[in-house]
């Protein structure tokens, strides 16, 4: 398959899973960056602002096929994209396409460790190769994610959003008080202290 022309019906569905073969997903996700295949156009899939994935309008109720998915997701410049050996599929996603709906901390200060799991199953430990970003929300609140692997972020749950807010301190960085959250040996900066509105 070739060109621009949208992909349309279960055969695309079926066709990825085939080109994935009966082992993808059970050793972490594949090379998809090293993989270029022609693009084959876009196909009726969607990962909603909640995490969920849906195909043709419906929800896609399997766990394990969304994970299957999840593991040869990548972001190009344009779009995102599921990545096989053989073809390259764009795909809608309203915000990110993976939420954080498990933290663990250890330690604290500059010391300390933070680690999520995804809603699809990946670890993340905060690092500067994987760090927290933090966007303004609705009524100047904010909105944390942390990058799981190549331009692909989590964003956090209101619950664990709340529960990282908590472990913030206020620096100075340049003569101005900030807001942040220490992590894996890096300050990741939320907002000036005196524009902080808190968790939207």
């Not at 960056?33 to 994935?53: F, H, K, L, T």
């Not at 040869?72 to 410049?77: A, E, G, I, Q, W």
Request: charged fraction near 20%; aromatic fraction near 8%.
């Amino acid at each position: 398959m070739s060109g621009q022309a949208a992909t349309s019906g279960s055969n695309a569905l079926a066709r990825l899973v085939e080109a994935l073969g009966p082992d993808a997903g059970r050793k972490g996700p594949p090379p998809v960056e090293r993989w270029n295949p022609a693009y084959c156009g876009e196909i009726d899939m969607r990962i909603a602002a909640d995490g969920s994935w849906h195909y043709m309008g419906t929800p896609i109720s399997r766990p394990a096929l969304v994970r299957l998915f999840s593991t040869v997701l990548r972001k190009d410049p344009e779009r995102y994209v599921l990545v096989t050996p053989v073809e390259r599929v764009g795909i809608a996603v309203e915000d990110v396409p993976f939420l954080a709906v498990e933290m663990a901390v250890d330690g604290e200060g500059a010391g300390r460790q933070i680690a999520f799991r995804t809603n699809v199953d990946d670890l993340v430990s905060v690092s500067p190769q994987n760090p927290l970003r933090f966007e303004q929300g609705e009524a100047d609140g904010v909105r944390p994610y942390v990058k799981v692997r190549g331009d692909l972020w989590a964003r956090l749950t209101r619950s664990l959003a709340l529960d990282l807010i908590a472990l913030g301190e206020e620096r100075d960085m340049n003569g101005e008080a900030v807001f942040g959250v220490a992590a894996g040996g890096s300050f990741f900066p939320v907002a000036p202290v005196s524009s902080f509105g808190g968790v939207a």
